[in-house]
């Protein structure tokens, strides 16, 4: 299901060259040239079709460049079902959902409700309750994951097995509470470590500061004005026919998780969203549309790890001065990646719903082959925003 607009760079042929400057020799006219050259979404193309032969449920695709954009289906919608994966087709994004977090965040500090390096121990309910931070924590450092904070992911999951994970709500209050549960090393304080907790608590501050629920917010400030119109927080529609859908094996059958129980409406990772919409976020993120030009700076500067304050920073074989930017999602059944040009001209984001999941814990097996997923996605995109330069 795919398609296809203007390639980058059109060839010429050298017989339609020599004809415009004058050349009028007897005999009759060579046959135009074809050109072979190959498409610079061809690698990525193959890439996509070796996941889905290695029993990948469905991918979804969408590569844009100045004057052209490639967008794709591959696979089913359902494995189960017959329909074809379409490349509007909506998916869980996973940690995609901190970049919008994080701009959000980075709004409060352009309204001059709170500043980057304020301490938030006092502004959050559950910092003082539960959670007993060995020092003051910045809004910087939960953006950047340098707070030291531990994941409420790894509480969870360590005392439940995954079909129990998968399927349990978990509203941000009990996110943090499970974090309470975990030791908060003050030595770990000022160092990157990514957790999923620092979201759960700049959700907690967005809402406070903003007087409303944070789903509310990103509509408003974030999906609103770019035209997300396929983007949501927290209104499920599991039952939606344009679901890319995935499922985990329990006791021999099967326990559908599209749209997992366990992130729904979460700030580190709850976003449901389409591939067009993750790349139109990220575009009007970069051009400036949503943060002022000092604020988005901020953003993109790294400190460590390639990772500034909710977005990552990749290299650009296009440009010596500047970088690429975007963010990996993963969640239970759903991979996705996304990365744009710095000025957001040159952009890929492509997903996945991964094979039935096995429900034993743990399983190396299955833990090595999405790590290889993972690698894969991204020298997959990084290599087509290379040959689009």
């Known amino acids: 299901m795919g398609h296809r607009r203007k390639s980058p760079g059109g060839v010429l042929g050298v017989c339609v060259v020599l004809l415009l400057m004058g050349c009028t020799g007897g005999g009759p006219e060579p046959a135009p040239e074809v050109s072979t050259a190959a498409e610079p979404t061809d690698s990525l193309e193959q890439t996509v079709q070796g996941f889905i032969a290695d029993g990948v449920s469905s991918v979804v695709v969408q590569v844009r460049w100045p004057g052209g954009e490639w967008s794709k289906g591959f696979g089913l919608r359902d494995p189960y079902g017959r329909e ?9 994004i996973g940690s995609v959902t901190k970049s919008m977090v994080a701009t959000a965040t980075l709004q409060l500090v352009d309204d001059g409700l709170i500043a980057l390096d304020d301490p938030v121990n006092a502004m959050l309910e559950s910092f003082g309750a539960g959670l007993k931070p060995p020092t003051p924590i910045t809004v910087r450092q939960l953006l950047n994951h340098t707070s030291g904070m531990p994941d409420y992911v790894k509480a969870l999951e360590r005392t439940n097995p995954p079909q129990d994970v998968v399927s349990t709500s978990v509203s941000v209050q009990h996110g943090m509470e499970l974090t309470a549960a975990l030791p ?27 007087g409303r629920p944070l789903d509310d917010v990103l509509r408003e400030r974030v999906f609103g004005p770019l035209g997300l119109d396929r983007t949501s927080l927290s209104n499920r529609d599991r039952a939606a026919p344009d679901n890319l859908r995935a499922y985990m094996s329990v006791g021999g059958g099967r ?12 700030p580190a990772g709850g976003v449901v969203s389409s591939t067009e919409d993750v790349n139109d976020f990220y575009r009007g993120l970069l051009s400036g549309a949503l943060l002022s ?13 390639n990772y500034g304050l909710g977005i990552t920073r990749f290299p650009d074989a ?37 094979p039935t999941l096995p429900s034993e814990t743990p399983d190396p097996v299955t833990g090595r082959r999405i790590d290889q997923y993972i690698s894969q996605m991204e020298l997959a995109a990084q290599k087509t925003l290379d040959q689009l330069c």
Request: neutral net charge; contains cysteine; aromatic residues 12%.
């Open 255 to 266: 326990l559908e998780i599209t749209q997992p129980e366990v992130v729904t409406g979460s």
């Open 293 to 305: 030009p000092g604020t988005l700076q901020e953003m993109k500067t790294v400190k460590s790890m």
């Open 84 to 92: 074809p994966a379409q490349p509007q087709d909506r998916f869980s």
């Open 318 to 354: 296009c440009s010596s001065s500047a970088y690429r930017y975007g963010h990996f999602g993963s969640v239970y059944g759903y991979l996705t990646s996304s990365i744009s040009s710095e000025d957001g001209s040159r952009q890929i984001t492509l997903a996945m719903a991964l």
């Open 184 to 210: 908060w090393d003050w030595r770990n304080v000022g160092f990157f470590s990514y957790s999923n907790s620092n979201y759960l608590a700049l959700g907690q501050l967005v809402e406070k500061l903003r």
